[in-house]
């Protein structure tokens, strides 16, 4: 997962 | 914990309807991503939470017949367009991917780290600061800060994980809570109500 890919966190 | 205190009571007195509307627009423009990804059911279940939960907030001190009247619109003064206007234009400066949801994602990481300070000025004007406000606030600045410690397992863990838009707001965000966490401390060691010098 890149930075600018999916953001997991809330 | 919030709306727990506003629904007990029927008052929202000593809340910043601003820093409520605030985090409104933070997890609109940050959990966009409802709509073309998906990571867990607790990701989604808990995203979906905190949208709820912000809109029923705003909703009740807005419109509720009985909460609306105990909202005090003259205290609490924060102007929007200082915490927002700012916070747009780094985002699209400072942002990893420049497409419109990733700059609406990096918004919502910025404005977070400042959304608290409408909720902090009413705070320092308010005499008798009650214990679930106090609770809240509290609560509110140790999930932001725990995630640090989050971070750094996840740094050491795992391979890609650079995420320093994140790190660096969310260091922020949990410092303009250290003079709150400090007086917080202090009246909870004294077993005495939480006062915030002026």
Known sequence: QGPAGSHDEL | ?????????RSCRGISLKTQELY???FICRYLDLFYSY???YNTVMKVTYLATAFSIVRYMRFDKVVRQTYDKEQDTFRYIFLIAPCAL???VLNHRFSPTEVLWTFSIYLEAVAILPQLVLMQRTQNIDNLTANYVALLGAYRGFYILNWIYRFATEKHYRQWIVWISGVAQTALY???FYYYALCWKANQRLQLPA
């Open chain 2, 24 to 26: 409104a627009l933070v």
């Open chain 2, 90 to 92: 780094l985002a699209l």
């Open chain 2, 39 to 41: 990571i867990s059911l």
């Open chain 2, 178 to 180: 250290a003079d709150f």
């Open chain 2, 1 to 9: 914990v919030l709306l727990l205190k506003i629904r007990a009571t």
